[in-house]
C-alpha cells in the first residue's frame, strides 16, 4: 500500500511473498511380467518417458532382473497420464505390461 510522505513522495511498504508450494511428487514404476519384450519395454521408456536409449536400455535390464524399476518422479496428474499412455501401448501390442505410482 503506498501512502504520501513530505515533500510529495510515495513509501511503498513490502510485504512478504508467500512461498509456492510445489505438488507432492510420485514415482511411476514399471514392473517385470514374463511377456513383454525387451524391446517393446525400451520402446515405451523411450516414447512416453523421454528416455534416451542407452538410459531406457538400463532401466529394462534393473525392471528385467530385479522385477521393477523407476521411470520418473512426476506430479501426480502427469503420472497417472504417463501410466495410461504406457497401458495403451501395451495393450494395443497385446501385453501385460504394468506400471504403478507410490508417492516420493
Same mark, same amino acid.
Given at each position: ?7 510529495n513522495?510515495?513509501?511503498?511498504? !513490502? ?5 509456492? &508450494? ?5 514415482? !511411476? ?7 513383454t519384450?525387451?524391446?517393446?519395454? !525400451? ?8 528416455k534416451?536409449p ?11 532382473? &530385479?522385477?521393477s ?7 501426480y ?7 495410461? &499412455?504406457?497401458s495403451?501401448?501395451?495393450? &494395443?501390442?497385446?501385453?501385460?505390461l ?7
Amino acid at each position: 500500500m503506498a501512502r504520501p510522505t513530505a515533500g510529495n513522495q510515495f513509501h511503498t511498504e !513490502v510485504s512478504h511473498r508467500a512461498r509456492i &508450494k510445489l505438488p507432492p511428487m510420485f514415482t !511411476v514404476l514399471m514392473h517385470n511380467d514374463d511377456y513383454t519384450t525387451m524391446e517393446f519395454v !525400451v520402446e515405451a521408456l523411450i516414447a512416453v518417458f523421454h528416455k534416451s536409449p542407452t538410459e531406457a536400455n538400463r532401466i529394462m535390464l534393473h525392471i528385467h532382473f &530385479k522385477g521393477s524399476g523407476v521411470c520418473g518422479a512426476y506430479p501426480y496428474e502427469v503420472a497417472e497420464t504417463k501410466i495410461r &499412455k504406457v497401458s495403451a501401448m501395451a495393450s &494395443k501390442e497385446g501385453f501385460p505390461l504394468r506400471c504403478s505410482l507410490e508417492q516420493a
